[in-house]
């Protein structure tokens, strides 16, 4: 019952650069709350990538970046590298849920 | 640096509960928010409920309402998760995360909790 849709699976070949789309409603991205990207190694937590949008925390690589517009927000690696192979997703608030944080329905990224 | 760490994994029969703790270590606990997320087997991540242990607040998502409850004791820097009538589609791993100040974003995470339901 995710309310953030993103595509269920991007690839890329090392070096490359791939977009991971977010697209939400007037209730959440839509209404100004920020987006915020998370990677998710098999086996492990979900990892903070990217946060308020666009702020990378200390130690994550610039090659990762976010941007948002409208309803919708995007996550882009640049320079593809073998590591990167995770899921990711996005997340916000949404204001029509009971107040809650909702998730995106995730993205399979595969270096070919 | 604060870390979380998490009681161990669960085996519940249906129409049971599970409590599952998540401990706060390295840093302030009481004002930031802990949230529960959980993720049933390969599928994606979904938001159960909060609190802010400083206020004893919580909310939950409305899906959860009425069968979690989310407590946090300052005294020993833990917070908990009950989920009650569980049934074999809660089987999944529980994580609890704190919230960065005012973004809402999650950047600290425990290491999850597998509760599986099965007669």
């Known amino acids: 019952q995710s309310v953030l849709t993103q595509p269920p699976s991007v690839s890329g070949a090392p070096g490359q650069r791939v977009t991971i789309s977010c697209t939400g409603s007037?209730?959440?991205?839509?209404?100004?709350?920020?987006v915020h990207w998370y990677q998710q190694l098999p086996g492990t937590a979900p990892k903070l990538l990217i946060y308020?949008?666009?702020n990378r925390p200390s130690g994550v690589p610039d090659r990762f970046s976010g941007s948002k517009s409208g309803t919708s927000a995007s996550l882009a690696i640049t320079g593809l590298q073998a590591e990167d192979e995770a899921d990711y997703y996005c997340?916000?608030?949404?204001?029509?849920?009971?107040?809650?944080?909702?998730f995106g329905t995730g993205t399979k990224v595969t270096v070919l | 640096q604060v870390q979380l760490v998490q009681s161990g994994a669960e085996v519940k029969k249906p129409g049971s509960s599970v409590k599952v703790s998540c401990k706060a270590s390295?840093?302030?606990?009481?004002?930031?928010?802990i949230s529960w997320v959980r993720q049933a087997p390969g599928q994606g991540l979904e938001w159960m409920g909060r609190?802010?242990?400083?206020?004893?607040?919580?909310n939950y998502a409305q899906k959860f309402q009425g069968r979690v409850t989310i407590t946090a004791d300052k005294s020993t820097s833990t917070a908990y998760m009950e989920l009650s009538s569980l049934r074999s589609e809660d089987t999944a791993v529980y994580y609890c995360?704190?919230?960065?100040?005012?973004?809402?974003?999650?950047?600290?995470w425990g290491q999850g909790t597998m509760v599986t339901v099965s007669s």
């Open positions: 995360a704190r919230a960065a100040g005012t973004t809402g974003a999650f950047d600290i």
């Open positions: 390295g840093g302030t606990f009481s004002s930031y928010a």
């Open positions: 609190i802010i242990p400083i206020l004893g607040i919580a």
């Open positions: 007037s209730s959440n991205i839509g209404a100004g709350y920020d």
């Open positions: 308020g949008n666009s």
């Open positions: 997340q916000s608030y949404d204001s029509s849920l009971s107040a809650s944080y909702v």
